[in-house]
């Protein structure tokens, strides 16, 4: 096998066998917390959508991808094509659009009493589910044309204004059809990513203005809590930003060229999924809830299995 085949391959293999078990492990922690606490706050709601999204990306993007990086390409058939590309690209836009509303709402949960998003705060709650639902309706019609355009890859040439992703073909016939769906969806993303990079200069310039005084709000309940969460949505942002620059400019490339190649497709496909595959592990090592429910389940299993092995000495 090719030098160059088995690096992307295992690149691959590594960061989707990442992404999935990250993610579920996030999932089951806060399947364990829903069970044992009355309700979740906003933000832990929209952190486990997020992690959802992301199992999702990683499941119809990224397994097939590894799949066809070792040379199996016929995966899907044209109805098959389908569901795997337009479930693949919602859970991509809800990745970027959950990340926008975790932002949104934790800026709005730390804002000082007295502003305008300050008034938001005791209605926060009510406002996390209507909004998971117009984010779902929002990018499946976005995408509710992907049914018209995916197909699995045909042999011989691929046409122009092709996208080749390996195990199904996304063929917009035309160069408007074309620069029309990229404009839209290039378009979605800028606005949610601006909306997150927004709040999230708002969180810090606002924990800077009261730098000085930290002592005091430390003492002050909850405050502390919410410091702490601000600073972990900032982070994750900053990294959904970082990728999600890698992933545009090559998405700009891919609009400007008619026949694109494989290799490229592959590159943006990489770097598009590495916030999917590293998110949910700063997620377990920055959010007490889930850290605390992973450390629980771990120090059941370890005097479990010592009784075990002391049976076995008897």
């Not at 030098?3 to 996030?26: D, P, Y």
């Not at 995408?143 to 042999?155: D, L, M, S, V």
């Not at 200069?201 to 800077?208: E, K, Q």
Request: aromatic residues 10%; contains cysteine; charged residues 15%.
């Amino acid at each position: 096998m090719d030098l160059c085949v088995t690096i992307k391959g295992v690149s691959f293999l590594l960061q989707t066998g990442m992404g999935i078990l990250g993610n579920i492990v996030v999932l089951l922690a806060y399947g364990h917390i829903i069970f044992t606490e009355p309700k979740l706050l906003p933000v832990d709601m929209i952190l486990c959508h997020l992690a959802l999204a992301n199992l999702m990306l990683m499941l119809t993007r990224g397994v097939p991808q590894t799949i066809t990086v070792f040379g199996h390409t016929n995966l899907f058939n044209d109805p098959g094509c389908k569901v795997i590309i337009f479930s693949y690209r919602i859970s991509r836009a809800l990745s970027v659009c959950i990340t926008c509303m975790l932002s949104v709402f934790q800026a709005v949960t730390v804002a000082p009493a007295g502003s305008h998003l300050s008034r938001l705060k005791l209605s926060l709650h009510s406002l996390v589910l209507p909004t998971f639902a117009g984010l779902w309706l929002l990018n499946s019609a976005i995408y509710f044309q992907t049914f018209f355009h995916a197909k699995a890859p045909r042999n011989g040439t691929i046409p122009a204004f092709t996208i080749n992703v390996g195990f199904c073909h996304v063929d917009f016939r035309n160069s408007l059809t074309y620069i029309i769906k990229g404009v839209l969806a290039s378009g979605r993303d800028f606005s949610f990513v601006a909306l997150m990079v927004a709040s999230s200069v708002y969180m810090l310039l606002l924990l800077h203005r009261h730098s000085r005084q930290m002592k005091a709000i430390r003492r002050s309940q909850g405050s502390g809590a919410k410091t702490r969460a601000a600073k972990t949505v900032v982070t994750l942002v900053v990294l959904y930003v970082f990728f999600f620059g890698i992933d545009n400019v090559i998405w700009i490339y891919m609009l400007t060229e008619t026949k694109v190649p494989p290799v490229v497709a592959d590159m943006r496909v990489f770097f598009s999924s590495c916030y999917a595959s590293l998110s949910p592990y700063f997620i377990i090592s920055s959010n007490k809830k889930v850290k605390a429910k992973i450390i629980c389940v771990a120090e059941q299993d370890q005097p479990a299995s010592m009784d075990t092995q002391a049976s076995h000495d008897k």
